[in-house]
C-alpha cells in the first residue's frame, strides 16, 4: 500500500513538473500576426511635376526615399527630406509634393531612435532643427555615455524569430530598426536576435508591417505577415 503511495506521489510530481513546463513553453514563444498597412511608395510620386521645378535631382528622389526605407537606413531618409525640403523652398509659396520634407524627416527621426545608435543621432541632429535638434543632441550623448553593453545596435544571437510571410511579395524586415534582410513570397525565414521589441516589414509596392513584441526575454517569436487582401 505504502509502494502504491509513493508511486501516485511521484506520478502527480510528474503531472505537475510536465505542466509547468508546457506553461513554460508557452510563456516563451509568442506569435503575432500583422495586418498590411499602405504607406505611399516615393517612387510613384512625380516630385517635380507635383512641384512644378524642372530640376533633375527630383527625378530619382522617390526612388532613393524607397531604397533608405527598404534598408532601414535613417541617415539616408534624412537627406532625402533636406533635398526636398530646399526643393519645397523654391517652389510657389504654398506647393507641396503628397510627401512633405517634415514627414520625412519625422520618420527618419523615429527610426533612428529605435537604432538607438549616437552616432547617427548626433549626425541626425546636424540635419535637424530647433527643439528637435537639442532633443537628438541630447540622446546621442546619453547615448554615447552608456557602456558598449548596454546600447542595443544589432541583432545578437539570442532566440529565434520566425517570420512567416503569407503574402504575394517580397518583404524587407528590421528588427529593432536593423535590416535583417529580405523573405520571399510565401515563404518562412527563421533568423537569431537578442531582446526584440519591434519590427518591420516592407515591399516594393508600398505596403508595410509593423509588429511590436512583448518585453522580456522569449526564446522564439513566429510573426505572420499576412499579404495585403487577406480577409482578416
Same mark, same amino acid.
Given at each position: 500500500?505504502?509502494?502504491?503511495?509513493?508511486?501516485?506521489?511521484? *506520478?502527480?510530481?510528474?503531472?505537475?513538473?510536465?505542466?509547468?513546463?508546457?506553461?513554460?513553453?508557452?510563456?516563451?514563444?509568442?506569435?503575432?500576426?500583422?495586418?498590411?498597412?499602405?504607406?505611399? !511608395?516615393?517612387?510613384?510620386?512625380?516630385?517635380?511635376?507635383?512641384?512644378?521645378?524642372?530640376? /533633375?535631382?527630383?527625378?530619382?528622389?522617390?526612388?532613393?526615399?524607397?531604397? #533608405?526605407?527598404?534598408?532601414?537606413?535613417?541617415?539616408?531618409?534624412? *537627406?532625402?527630406?533636406?533635398?526636398?525640403?530646399?526643393?519645397?523652398?523654391?517652389?510657389?509659396?504654398?506647393?507641396?509634393?503628397?510627401?512633405?520634407?517634415?514627414?520625412?524627416?519625422?520618420? !527618419?527621426?523615429?527610426?533612428?531612435?529605435?537604432?538607438?545608435?549616437?552616432?547617427?543621432?548626433?549626425?541626425?541632429?546636424?540635419?535637424?532643427?530647433?527643439?528637435?535638434?537639442?532633443?537628438?543632441? #541630447?540622446?546621442?550623448?546619453?547615448?554615447?555615455?552608456?557602456?558598449?553593453?548596454?546600447?542595443?545596435?544589432? *541583432?545578437?544571437?539570442?532566440?529565434?524569430?520566425? =517570420?512567416?510571410?503569407?503574402?504575394?511579395?517580397?518583404?524587407?524586415?528590421?528588427?529593432?530598426?536593423?535590416?535583417?534582410?529580405?523573405?520571399? /513570397?510565401?515563404?518562412?525565414?527563421?533568423?537569431?536576435?537578442?531582446?526584440?521589441?519591434? !519590427?518591420? #516589414?516592407?515591399?516594393?509596392?508600398?505596403?508595410?508591417?509593423? #509588429?511590436?513584441?512583448?518585453?522580456?526575454?522569449?526564446?522564439?517569436?513566429?510573426?505572420? =505577415?499576412?499579404? /495585403?487582401?487577406?480577409?482578416?
Amino acid at each position: 500500500m505504502r509502494l502504491r503511495s509513493l508511486c501516485l506521489v511521484a *506520478l502527480a510530481v510528474l503531472g505537475t513538473a510536465g505542466s509547468a513546463f508546457s506553461q513554460d513553453k508557452k510563456v516563451q514563444e509568442q506569435k503575432l500576426e500583422s495586418k498590411a498597412e499602405k504607406v505611399k !511608395a516615393a517612387k510613384f510620386v512625380d516630385f517635380a511635376t507635383e512641384l512644378e521645378l524642372s530640376i /533633375p535631382a527630383l527625378a530619382n528622389l522617390g526612388e532613393r526615399i524607397d531604397n #533608405a526605407r527598404l534598408a532601414s537606413d535613417p541617415i539616408d531618409l534624412a *537627406l532625402a527630406a533636406k533635398l526636398l525640403e530646399a526643393a519645397e523652398s523654391a517652389a510657389a509659396a504654398g506647393k507641396k509634393a503628397s510627401i512633405t520634407s517634415t514627414a520625412l524627416l519625422e520618420e !527618419a527621426v523615429a527610426l533612428a531612435k529605435r537604432r538607438g545608435d549616437s552616432a547617427e543621432l548626433s549626425m541626425l541632429a546636424k540635419l535637424s532643427s530647433g527643439r528637435s535638434a537639442d532633443d537628438l543632441t #541630447a540622446l546621442a550623448k546619453s547615448l554615447a555615455q552608456k557602456k558598449p553593453e548596454a546600447v542595443e545596435t544589432k *541583432l545578437d544571437l539570442h532566440g529565434d524569430l520566425v =517570420i512567416d510571410n503569407h503574402s504575394h511579395s517580397t518583404v524587407f524586415f528590421a528588427v529593432n530598426g536593423w535590416p535583417g534582410g529580405s523573405v520571399p /513570397p510565401h515563404s518562412v525565414r527563421v533568423i537569431h536576435v537578442h531582446d526584440a521589441h519591434f !519590427a518591420q #516589414a516592407h515591399d516594393h509596392f508600398g505596403h508595410r508591417w509593423s #509588429a511590436s513584441f512583448e518585453s522580456g526575454h522569449y526564446h522564439r517569436y513566429i510573426w505572420v =505577415i499576412h499579404d /495585403p487582401h487577406h480577409p482578416h
